[in-house]
């Protein structure tokens, strides 16, 4: 497997990979605005799984709690997850 990130959910250990990830940002009224490479509050994670053309997308970050260059633990409307970079 050459995934070079690793998303868990804290709730119950769901795990997916992704080759890349990108931070969505949204309009106020839940239309797309923009694209980013770095997580900031108010951001969507989306991601591709290991299943082709399968997306995964969190609710919005609500709060970062640790952001390094390899590693982001990070709140949502409804989850805590865990974003490793793959080595």
């Given at each position: ?5 690793k ?5 119950d ?14 309009n106020?009224?839940g ?11 108010g ?33 949502t ?11």
């Amino acid at each position: 497997m050459n995934n070079k990130w690793k998303l868990v959910r804290e709730s119950d250990d769901l795990t997916n990979y992704s080759d890349t990830v990108v931070w969505l940002e949204f309009n106020s009224d839940g239309t797309f605005k923009k694209e980013h490479l770095i997580i900031e509050v108010g951001f969507c994670l989306l991601m591709s799984t290991q299943i082709k053309l399968a997306l995964w997308q969190t609710t919005t970050v609500t709060e970062i709690i640790e952001n390094t260059e390899d590693y982001i633990k990070f709140k949502t409307t409804n989850s805590i997850y865990e974003l490793f970079k793959m080595k």
